[in-house]
């Protein structure tokens, strides 16, 4: 399966937007930690955007990006949104609130709690009627988000859009399902080159016993393995370089996709 990427969109602790992290994933910069800078989304009409959870501010955050460096129009792709955690936040908070002497729960936290959250308020930011599919694969999210998305430009020969993100659980959720941080990315992929293409991607599935492709840098490393959405790293940071290479990701049962990547 072939697609090319045109646009990306990153959001994590110390990595604020694709271009400014440039430097720390191609390898030319330090990576210096720090918290994730997540805001509401200007897109959002005020009242959604006051309810708006941080999953939501994270997916709009990253796809915006993604769109705007495709010079696309975000209303006009269909979108495949990837989480592991989903929205943890409103789920612990309903928990505590069945587990009270008054069970009532909100309207709001309510459609906030479902899988589909973040891909509901993209439509509601972009207007978009286009088609929206939203998975979880658990470790595994951000690898089944990009073959669903790959399988759909291939299948419809149009751009579709691959958001992904997560958000550590509060506890008691997080000692049983424990992620380091909010961590959201954003890929742009379409069936032909384009102006703004950066690069080509080609997948398949292997077996192999060797080590997943990982990151050099330990903090990057660490955070790769502490948060689903950020098995994207190997592959940004080959995107970054702007230099022909390939990357191996876990999937299912033993398999591992194979992405050789080669800039446009």
């Not at 769109?67 to 309903?94: C, I, P, W, Y």
């Not at 291939?154 to 008691?172: M, N, R, T």
């Not at 909010?182 to 950066?198: D, E, G, I, K, T």
Request: one cysteine or more; aromatic letters at 6%.
């Amino acid at each position: 399966m072939r697609v090319f990427v045109e646009g990306v969109g990153l959001l994590g602790p110390g990595l604020t937007g694709w271009q400014a992290s440039l430097p720390v994933l191609s390898g030319q910069g330090a990576y210096r930690t720090a918290p994730t800078e997540i805001r509401a989304s200007g897109l959002l009409p005020v009242a959604e955007r006051r309810r708006s959870p941080v999953t939501v501010k994270l997916a709009l955050a990253v796809g915006e990006e993604a769109f705007k460096n495709a010079g696309r129009d975000g209303a006009a792709a269909a979108t495949v949104f990837t989480s592991s955690s989903g929205e943890g936040e409103t789920l612990h908070q309903m928990c505590e609130t069945l587990a009270s002497v008054d069970r009532d729960v909100s309207p709001t936290r309510f459609h906030n709690s479902v899988h589909n959250t973040a891909s509901g308020y993209w439509g509601i930011a972009t207007r978009s009627h286009e088609a929206s599919t939203s998975i979880c694969c658990y470790d595994a999210s951000f690898v089944a988000g990009l073959v669903e998305t790959v399988a759909q430009v291939a299948a419809f020969g149009k751009p579709v859009a691959l958001i992904s993100y997560d958000q550590p659980y509060p506890e008691p959720l997080h000692s049983a399902r424990p992620l380091v941080a909010s961590f959201a990315a954003a890929l742009v992929l379409a069936p032909q080159a384009a102006q703004r293409s950066l690069a080509v991607l080609d997948l398949a599935f292997i077996d192999g016993a060797a080590p997943a492709t990982r990151m050099s840098d330990p903090d990057l490393e660490a955070l790769r393995l502490g948060a689903p959405a950020a098995r994207s790293l190997p592959l940004l940071g080959a995107l970054a370089r702007a230099a022909p290479e390939n990357v191996e990701m876990d999937f299912l049962a033993g398999r591992r996709l194979r992405i050789a990547v080669s800039p446009c």
